[in-house]
């Protein structure tokens, strides 16, 4: 059976910032048939629930992994080292379980594929990859944004 890496807020976790899931019947339908191997990079990278929200600011996530954009909190905290440390680990756990794809939650700064939240923290979204996303990318994981949410 196919084997494939999900956002854990998809699968019912409770891990979002704000404490809860995005579960959705199109996201459960997306993934029929496949083994799912559910992961959330911002806890694995050591951040707590709930967290404080965090956008990318000076580009995607993309550009996080070449050091030339970052990841704050509302607050201004730079939380770019946990960010870059929850993709590594999100990429070592889609290794280990054979996964060749990926259905991740839209817009976030980890997640997000094709957009993403713009760093204002206004719910606008712009062109671009989480960071997460970005290293699965680059490493031949095919990712796709989870519809219907
Ligand atoms: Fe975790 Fe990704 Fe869901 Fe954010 S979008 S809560 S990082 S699984």
Request: glycine letters at 14%; one cysteine or more.
């Amino acid at each position: 059976m196919e084997t494939i890496l999900v956002s854990a807020c998809l699968r019912g976790v409770p891990c979002r910032f704000d404490g809860r899931h995005k579960a959705s019947p199109a996201s459960q339908e997306a993934v029929a048939g496949r083994a799912v191997v559910p992961f959330c990079p911002e806890v694995a990278g050591g951040l707590t629930t709930p967290r404080r929200p965090a956008e990318l600011v000076g580009g995607d996530g993309h550009d996080v992994l070449d050091g030339t954009a970052r990841v704050v909190e509302d607050t201004g905290r730079d939380v770019t080292e946990q960010f870059v440390a929850g993709a590594r680990r999100a990429l070592a756990a889609a290794r280990r379980g054979g996964c060749t794809q990926a259905l991740l939650m839209p817009r976030s700064p980890s997640c997000g594929r094709g957009t993403v939240y713009d760093g204002t923290f206004t719910g606008s979204a712009v062109p671009g990859d989480g960071v997460t996303a970005a290293l699965l990318e680059r490493n031949g994981i095919t990712v796709r944004a989870a519809p219907g949410v």
